[in-house]
């Protein structure tokens, strides 16, 4: 009876324990040169959802219990964005010599997450200057317009990444290029 009483304790703690990493999103990460001892899940507004604090062996790990979506990681001087869904068991390495060139993700939802170490790699050698120097706003309305349809495009090469990621990418594109819009019509009603 004892063995029996063991070994049903014995499955339920399994099953619950298997339930919990389906739930949750397990998260390491592996930083050369590291900002901070600390790693910080952000949201939109920049409101910190999660500390993840580093381990005696250097790394950083956590099982995040967070709604699935797009955030922010926070180095403690760098920020870029990430793509975490339950279920996702991720790794991460960088060096922040290197910044955006090192990051590296690996495991379940690296597709996604090495796009958008990709992506902010585009958006920070993005030449921002020819939105500027444009003659008329209409130029500058389809400058802008290009700009999306090229994100967008890179995004839909990629048929194997979630639909939620895609539509969050989408969106959040449309709402950048709204952003450019209004902030180069402000800009040329200045000068």
Same mark, same amino acid.
């Given at each position: 009876? &004892? ?9 339920? @703690? @399994? ?18 040169? &590291?900002?901070? #001892?600390?790693?910080?899940?952000? #949201? ?8 993840? #604090?580093?381990?005696? =062996? ?8 967070? +709604? =699935? ?5 926070? =180095?403690?001087?760098?920020? @870029? ?18 910044? &955006? ?51 967008? +495009? ?12 895609? =539509? ?24």
């Amino acid at each position: 009876m &004892r063995t029996f009483t063991f070994s049903i304790y014995t499955l339920l @703690f @399994f099953c619950s324990s298997f339930g919990q990493t389906k739930n949750g999103i397990n998260f390491q990460a592996k930083i050369e040169n &590291r900002n901070w #001892d600390y790693l910080y899940i952000k #949201d939109a507004n920049y409101n910190t959802v999660q500390i993840i #604090d580093i381990d005696t =062996d250097g790394l950083f790990k956590a099982t995040l219990n967070i +709604q =699935d979506g797009i955030y922010l990681l926070f =180095d403690g001087v760098e920020y @870029f964005k990430i793509y975490l869904k339950k279920g996702y068991n991720l790794q991460l390495t960088m060096n922040t010599n290197n910044f &955006r060139e090192s990051i590296v993700f690996t495991g379940i939802g690296a597709e996604e997450n090495n796009y958008l170490a990709k992506e902010s790699i585009f958006e920070v050698n993005y030449n921002y200057g020819i939105l500027s120097n444009a003659k008329t706003p209409k130029k500058t309305q389809k400058l802008i317009e290009e700009k999306e349809k090229t994100c967008i +495009q890179m995004l839909k090469n990629n048929t194997s990444f979630d639909k939620t990621f895609v =539509d969050l990418e989408i969106g959040f594109y449309k709402n950048h290029s709204e952003e450019l819009k209004k902030y180069y019509g402000e800009l040329r009603e200045m000068n």
